[in-house]
């Protein structure tokens, strides 16, 4: 696809210029498919771009594609089986699988950038080196190594402005390892000499397109990185002892939220939880339920919308007592 000519080419919007549109086009949204699928597309990145190599990612060139992926995303949510169909397919059990299979879905159907191939692993000598997220190209022609990744992590330091400070829960993961990870090994696969031979002719423009939410301690307000985004998503987290307290200020009605819930805000019709297996329970119930977890739990807090339906209000970690010690030793390391 060739772009456009001369000075009618639409110039490309920064990443992230259309996150305005997001809260409105939840309101609208009842499926929860889709739903994540918008916010995977129109929530804030994480991070910042991180010249040279870390250029960001944006699903729309224009005004115009993000006006018809707005439409398209509305007619997607009034039909939304055949997507169903195609995340039921595959059983999907991991966060970033699931949004892999999102965001493909888009590429394929969406009225923006089109998808050229999908999770492109590049060898040598029997060796796999690596494997391509997302190649695609967009409408005005130009071709794109996209690496996507959605992350969720705690702020575990004292106040510095240091990525090594956000964690993963599970204390196996941390923001500027990731970061390097992106930037010093994932997006270079597509300029490599070996990726000549994998069939897609390049040159292919690497992007980052992290998406997800990041978890302060209640109370604290540190200063962000350089490199994060200011506007990126926020939730709290506080440990089981301060869980009482601070439920009785945030939330009369809460969620735990299972691993494939983290994306977008959640939204429940009328009983739609309950028969779901996840009936909203009061703060005690709550506490007692994952009393046996061994780490953090992610929980959220609803309200109703005064139409029966019940919207999510904040999302949150709740952690064992001895988590924040052994979190801030883990990004000390």
């Given amino acids: 696809m060739m772009a456009p000519d001369g000075p009618t080419a639409a110039p490309a919007?920064?990443?992230?210029?259309?996150?305005?549109?997001?809260?409105?086009?939840?309101?609208?949204?009842?499926?929860?498919?889709?739903?994540d699928l918008a916010w995977l597309l129109l929530s804030a990145d994480l991070l910042r771009a991180q010249p040279p190599v870390g250029a960001l990612a944006n699903p729309f060139e224009t005004p115009h594609e993000a006006a018809a992926t707005v439409d398209w995303l509305r007619a997607l949510d009034a039909a939304?089986?055949?997507?169903?169909?195609?995340?039921?397919?595959?059983?999907?059990?991991?966060?970033?699988?699931?949004?892999?299979?999102?965001l493909a879905w888009f590429l394929r159907h969406g009225p923006a950038a089109r998808l050229v191939a999908a999770s492109v692993p590049l060898r040598r000598a029997g060796v796999t080196l690596g494997e391509c997220d997302f190649l695609v190209q967009t409408q005005q022609g130009a071709r794109q190594h996209w690496e996507l990744a959605v992350k969720c992590y705690l702020h575990a330091g004292e106040g510095r402005a240091r990525l090594a400070d956000y964690v993963g829960p599970n204390?196996?993961?941390?923001?500027?390892?990731?970061?390097?990870?992106?930037?010093?090994?994932?997006?270079p696969l597509s300029a490599r000499e070996e990726f000549a031979s994998v069939g897609h002719e390049g040159p292919w423009a690497p992007r980052m397109f992290i998406k997800g939410w990041l978890f302060y301690r209640h109370g604290e307000t540190p200063s962000d990185p350089a490199e994060l985004d200011p506007a990126h998503g926020r939730g709290w987290w506080v440990t089981r002892s301060n869980w009482p307290a601070f439920a009785a200020a945030h939330g009369q009605s809460w969620r735990v939220l299972p691993r494939l819930e983290w994306l977008a805000p959640r939204h429940h019709e009328r009983d739609e939880?309950?028969?779901?297996?996840?009936?909203?329970?009061?703060?005690?119930?709550?506490?007692?339920q994952i009393s046996h977890q061994p780490g953090p739990t992610m929980v959220a807090a609803f309200v109703?919308?005064?139409?029966?339906?019940?919207?999510?209000?904040?999302?949150?970690f709740i952690v064992p007592d001895e988590w924040p010690e052994q979190a801030r030793n883990y990004a000390r390391q």
């Fill in 171 to 187: 204390l196996k993961d941390r923001f500027d390892l990731k970061l390097a990870h992106v930037l010093n090994h994932q997006l």
């Fill in 304 to 316: 109703s919308d005064g139409t029966g339906a019940s919207i999510e209000r904040s999302r949150g």
């Fill in 80 to 102: 939304p089986e055949p997507l169903h169909r195609d995340l039921a397919a595959t059983r999907v059990t991991r966060l970033g699988r699931y949004a892999e299979r999102l």
């Fill in 273 to 288: 939880a309950r028969f779901a297996g996840a009936a909203f329970v009061d703060a005690e119930s709550l506490a007692a």
């Fill in 13 to 35: 919007a920064a990443p992230g210029a259309y996150a305005a549109l997001l809260d409105p086009l939840l309101a609208s949204l009842r499926d929860a498919a889709v739903r």
